[in-house]
Each structure stands twice: as structure tokens, then as C-alpha cells.
């Protein structure tokens, strides 16, 4: 049945009936191609949204100082609520069973020298414990630590743009740049997955612009990291507590929406994977009814096909043909073709897919990409449901009469 | 060669049933050349089919060459018609994408034969039915005698015991159904026994023996002096 005359034969009605070859060859590769192609493109949204969301360390609150919006305790509403130094050492001695660490963030804008190149910055005034919070990675040098927060010091990290913005190649470390007025050693060099806007910020000690501000106490907004082990459940339990316990400390009612925003990311983290799984699931849907259609596709032709070859399977029968080698011509022709357009389409698609990588960044979709498991899962399944799709009307004609076929004008 | 006793056969048309052959007896030694004659609807197709293995009698026996047919699944049917019989039809049912040559050669396709000598055998039969230089030409390139020589080879190529052919001159005019008739005499002439189903009574006269079929019974059955087609032509 597999010999190669019987292939002979097949090779030979395949190119002889190109356009039959070509419309069911073709509805297959269309059908792999557009599959590899939404599919792919489905994991590359997936790609970029992650990168959106999971850039961050995924155990923080934030807390945003913010304005009252309830009378309390004799204040009246609209008072603008500040944290201080005493709230960050408060929350440290009250929660130190959860708390991991804790850093204020002072974002500041500044022009910022070197020589005499300047250039308009973000400034963020930071603890420590801050470089974990945005999971900012060093490229040389170190982050702001411990010793500089005590010693108020006047040391800076910069982001890898303001380097290259700045410095024109030089190496930044241990060169003093101008902040405003003032002069600040650059002790690190960071680089930040986020994105190029992370990278053109500079960091320096919170105490340091605290005493630059006339020796002020306030903080701006805190970033308070809980410990892991804690869990979900103990991560909702803290921000409720946290939110009560700041409340309390400023004044504030206990039903005023206004005066503290806390943004969980662990609550974030939640919605981010669950759409990040609605997702995948949609990808998957779209990809099983791309398969649906190439497959109902493959379906329709096999059948038009051999209603079309009626009289010469008749023929074939009146001369000798057996039921059983029209049946096998027919699949291993449908085989053939599908296994060929298939293996086009699943390599055009692949090709195509790579050629895109970050080119659609701007749409959302980042390194788009199918693994080569699926792919050819998807193919070999579309090879054996046409096949099937093949088989089924093979059959009916393999069983029809001589006569009736060759009646058939 | 062939034996026919009480043949039956009849067919269901919506409730009613049609009884085409009511009982037929022929019986056909090797060598022999038949026409088998009878108006339109008097079951001439029928009885060849039936000959033929593509349709199966309700009644009656049947052997071919000293082996009864009888019991025939669609598998064994094939293997028994690549085996003995060859077929020429009104309408040639040749394939239209293959050429004569491969045409000629799909016989001894299903007879398991290797490609080299299939190619070499059509060849033969091809320059026996004098188109060798049409070898490479689709059906379509062809005209209706052509086409009917290479259905002839065709149906040679299997080397079959019985040729059987259905108005093999129904669609040819009259000069081209003589050479038709010519190529069909030559090969009886070496032997090999043909039955021809016609209604045209010129091509009837060039057999050796006429069977008139009526109302699904045989009415009359002589031999005759056969005109040969070479007179015509
Ligand atoms: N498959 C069939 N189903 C129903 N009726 C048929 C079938 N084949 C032939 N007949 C009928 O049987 C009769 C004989 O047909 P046929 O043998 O083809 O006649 P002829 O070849 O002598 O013209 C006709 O009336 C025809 O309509
Ligand atoms: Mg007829």
C-alpha cells in the first residue's frame, strides 16, 4: 500500500490537479500560519504585560500622603496629611513581625551638572531598602546604604542614561556631580528593567535632602515591604492594620477615604495573574478555533474533492481498483498534501513570528513567540483530522457502485 | 467461455420494482465476436453489466471461463475484473489528467506490475491500436476515435479473456465507428472473444453472431456472415 509506485501514482495526480492540491494545501497552511501567528502573538502580549506589571518587587504597599476629606478629632476636613520621620520609626517598632523593610521616597526634580553638561532629572531621596522595592540592579559601584542615611551623606546613584547623557563614555564613579547648588560624590550606577524612564533618575540618602530642605522631618510617601512568609492572607491583615495605625496617628477618621491612598501590589499582583490567565485562556480559545476552522476547512475540500473525482474512482473501480486502494489513494494523498502545507505553513509562521520579535513593542507585543511543542501539536493534529476529514468521504466512495459512477455525467 | 442460465434482475424504482432480464440463457465459446442487440431500455447494459461484475443478477448462474461467479464482495469483483475482463465504453471514461500512454498503462497498475514494464507493455498496445506518437497527449488533445483506440488498449493491456463493449460506436460517426470496428475484428481475429452491445445494425452484421434481446428475454440468437469493416473504410 506505502510502496513508491503507489506514491508514483500520488505524486503524479498531485501535480497534475495543482489547483485541487493547491486549495486544500493552502487552507492548511493558512490555518497553521494564522494559529502560530495569534498564537505567538498572544504569548508576546502576555510578554509585555508582564513586563508592565511584575517589574517591581511584588511585596510592598505604598503609602500616598494625601488630604482629609471627614472632620475629626476637632480638625476640620481638607487638612493635607504629611508623614515624618517619627511615623517611619513608629511603623518600624510596631510591626517589626511583618515589616521587612521600609524606605520613603521624596521625588524631587533638579537640574544636574557634571562639567559642563546639564541635563533636568528626577530626584528620588531614598533609604536603603528602596533598590529591593524596585528591584534596581547595580551595574557598578553600590546603592545608597545604611551609613549614608545616618551620615546624611552627600552620595549619589545614578541611572545608566544619565551616565551615558552626562559623562559621554567617562566612567561616573567616584566623580562629583552638581544637584542644584550642591555637590554629590556618585558612589553607583544602576540599570532598571522598567524601562528607559528608570533609568534617568538619581538616587541620593533621604536624610541628605531632608537636611538640604531646611532639616525638614517629612518623608513624601512610604514603601513599606512585608515578609513573604506572611502570605496573602497576612499581607491583606497588615495593610488593613498598617491603614488603622496610620489613621490613628494623623488624626484621621477611620472612614476618611482620602487622606491615605495604600496601593498593594500583592492585591495587584492577584488581578495581574488572574488576567494574566483570562489571557492565556483567550489565546488558547482564538488558537482552537483557528485549528476548528482549518480543520472544517480541510474538511469541506476532501469532500468536494472527491464528489470531483467520482467518475475517475468509478473508472479506477471498473478496471480494477479495490475498495481498499481507493480509500488508501485518497488518504495518503490528503495525508501527503496536509503534512507538506502544514510544515509550510508551520515554518512560515515561525519565520514570520521571529522576523517580528520587538518590532510591535509599540502595540503591546514583545518577543512574540509559539513553542515548537504546540506547534507541531497543532500540526500533527490538523495532519490527522485531515485525515479523517479525508478518510470519511473515501470510504463513501470507495463503497459507490462502478455503474453509479460512471453514470454519474 | 461464458455461461448464463436463468438470469434475473430487476430494479427498485420507488415502490415498484422494474424486472429488466426475465430469464436469460446464453452461453459464449472463447474466440467468439456478439452483438448483442435490442431497442433502447431492453436491458442491453444490464446483461453487460452483469457480465462485466459491475452489477450482480437477483437469479441465475454465471461462469466465466469454468468459474462460477457468485458471492462477489466489492474487493473480489475489482480483482476479478482486472483479471478477465476488459471494458470499452460509449463515452471511453478515459481519465482526463493522465495521458493515453498512462491511461493505457493503469490496468497493469492494479495488476501490480513494475513501472518499466507497464510503460513498455502500453507502449505495445498503443502502437497496436496505431497511436504510438499520441502517447504523451491528455484525452482532451484527442478526437472521439482516437480516444476510443485508446480506451481499447486500455482494456487490451489487462490481457483480458473477454473484451466487453457498451455501444463502443455511439459516439462516432459512421467512417470512425468502421475503424473502431476494424481494430475490434483484428483483435478477434487473433483469438480473443468480444461481446458488443449496439443498436445500430451495420456494426451488428460485422460480428459473427447477433443475440436480440426484448422485454428482458433473448427473442432471437444466429450467427451471421460477418462484413468486414475493412470493406467500409
Ligand atoms: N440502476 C438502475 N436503476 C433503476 N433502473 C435502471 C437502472 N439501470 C437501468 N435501469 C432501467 O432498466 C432498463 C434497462 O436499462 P438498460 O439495460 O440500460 O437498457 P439498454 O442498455 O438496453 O438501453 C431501463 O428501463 C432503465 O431505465
Ligand atoms: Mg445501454
Not at chain 1, 544602576?190 to 532639616?215: A, M, S
Not at chain 1, 482620602?258 to 488576567?275: C, K, P, S, T, W
Not at chain 1, 495518503?332 to 513593542?361: K, V
Not at chain 2, 463502443?168 to 475490434?184: K, N
Amino acid at each position: 500500500m506505502f510502496n513508491r509506485d503507489s506514491w508514483q501514482e500520488i505524486f503524479e495526480t498531485i501535480s497534475k490537479n495543482k489547483l485541487r492540491t493547491f486549495l486544500s494545501g493552502f487552507t492548511v497552511a493558512l490555518g497553521i500560519f494564522i494559529f502560530v501567528i495569534l498564537f505567538g502573538f498572544g504569548n508576546g502580549l502576555k510578554n509585555s504585560f508582564q513586563e508592565f506589571f511584575m517589574d517591581d518587587a511584588t511585596n510592598i504597599f505604598r503609602l500616598f500622603p494625601g488630604r482629609t476629606t471627614i472632620p475629626h478629632n476637632g480638625f476640620k476636613s481638607g487638612r493635607d496629611i504629611e508623614f515624618d520621620n517619627a511615623d517611619l520609626v513608629a511603623i518600624q517598632k510596631n510591626f517589626a513581625f511583618q515589616l521587612q523593610y521600609i524606605t520613603p521616597r521624596i521625588q524631587r526634580n533638579y537640574t544636574i551638572k557634571y562639567k559642563n553638561k546639564s541635563n533636568n532629572y528626577g530626584l528620588r531621596a531614598v533609604a536603603s531598602g528602596h533598590q529591593h522595592a524596585e528591584k534596581t540592579i547595580m551595574m557598578k559601584g553600590r546603592f545608597i546604604n545604611n551609613q549614608d542615611v545616618l551620615n546624611k551623606t552627600k552620595y549619589a546613584v545614578i541611572g545608566r542614561l544619565v551616565e551615558i547623557d552626562l559623562f559621554k563614555g567617562e566612567d561616573a564613579l567616584g566623580q562629583f556631580i552638581d544637584i542644584g547648588k550642591r555637590s554629590f560624590k556618585v558612589v553607583g550606577v544602576f540599570q532598571d528593567d522598567g524601562g528607559d524612564n528608570e533609568e534617568r533618575f538619581v538616587y541620593i540618602p533621604y536624610t541628605t535632602n531632608q537636611l538640604i530642605e531646611k532639616n525638614t522631618d517629612k518623608l513624601g510617601q512610604l514603601i513599606v515591604a512585608f515578609k513573604p512568609i506572611i502570605g496573602y492572607q497576612g499581607a491583606m491583615k497588615f495593610e488593613a492594620e498598617l491603614m488603622t495605625f496610620m489613621k490613628k496617628r494623623h488624626d484621621i477618621s477611620t472612614k476618611d477615604e482620602g487622606a491615605i491612598y495604600l496601593r498593594n501590589v500583592a492585591e495587584d499582583l492577584e488581578q495581574n495573574q488572574q488576567f494574566g490567565s483570562l489571557l492565556q485562556m483567550v489565546v488558547t480559545f482564538v488558537g482552537i478555533g483557528t485549528l476548528i476552522a482549518g480543520i472544517i476547512g480541510i474538511s469541506n475540500i476532501m469532500v468536494y474533492v472527491v464528489k470531483e473525482r467520482t467518475k475517475e474512482l468509478g473508472i479506477r473501480k471498473a478496471i480494477g481498483a479495490t475498495p481498499r486502494s481507493v480509500i488508501a489513494m485518497i488518504l495518503q494523498e490528503s495525508i501527503f498534501i496536509t503534512t507538506a502545507a502544514g510544515y509550510i505553513g508551520l515554518f512560515g509562521g515561525i519565520f514570520l513570528l521571529n522576523s517580528i520579535e520587538d518590532s510591535l513593542d509599540n502595540y503591546f507585543i514583545k518577543n512574540p513567540y509559539i513553542n515548537m511543542g504546540t506547534a507541531i501539536f497543532a500540526t500533527v493534529l490538523l495532519i490527522i483530522f485531515g485525515g479523517i476529514a479525508g478518510y470519511v468521504p473515501a470510504r463513501r466512495a470507495a463503497r459507490i457502485k462502478p455503474i453509479v459512477a460512471l453514470r454519474d455525467e | 467461455m461464458i455461461e448464463i442460465k436463468d438470469l434475473h434482475k430487476s430494479y427498485k424504482i420507488g415502490k415498484n420494482l422494474l424486472h429488466v432480464l426475465k430469464g436469460i440463457n446464453i452461453n459464449i465459446e472463447e474466440g467468439e465476436l456478439v452483438a448483442i442487440m435490442g431497442s433502447s431500455g431492453s436491458g442491453k447494459s444490464t446483461l453487460l453489466n452483469i457480465l462485466g461484475m459491475l452489477d450482480v443478477a437477483d437469479k441465475g448462474s454465471y461462469m466465466l471461463d469454468n468459474f462460477p461467479i457468485k458471492d462477489l464482495d466489492e474487493t473480489k469483483a475489482a480483482k476479478y475484473r482486472n483479471k478477465f475482463l476488459g471494458f470499452i465504453f460509449q463515452s471511453f471514461n478515459l481519465i482526463n489528467y493522465k495521458t493515453a500512454l498512462e491511461n493505457v498503462a493503469l490496468p497493469l497498475y492494479y495488476q501490480k506490475v513494475g513501472r518499466a514494464e507497464r510503460t513498455e507493455k502500453a507502449m505495445q498496445y498503443l502502437a497496436k491500436v496505431g497511436l504510438e506518437d499520441w502517447s504523451s497527449h491528455l484525452p482532451s488533445e484527442l478526437s472521439g476515435g482516437q480516444k476510443q483506440r485508446i480506451a481499447i488498449a486500455r482494456a487490451l493491456a489487462a490481457q483480458p479473456k473477454v473484451l466487453l463493449a457498451d455501444e463502443p460506436t455511439g459516439a462516432l460517426d459512421s467512417t470512425t465507428s468502421y475503424e473502431v470496428m476494424q481494430l475490434i475484428q483484428d483483435i478477434n481475429d487473433e483469438g480473443k472473444t468480444i461481446l458488443v452491445v449496439t443498436h445500430e445494425d451495420d456494426i451488428a452484421q460485422m460480428c459473427k453472431r447477433i443475440v436480440l434481446l426484448k422485454d428482458g428475454v433473448i427473442i432471437d440468437d444466429k450467427k451471421v456472415n460477418q462484413v468486414r469493416a475493412s470493406d467500409h473504410v
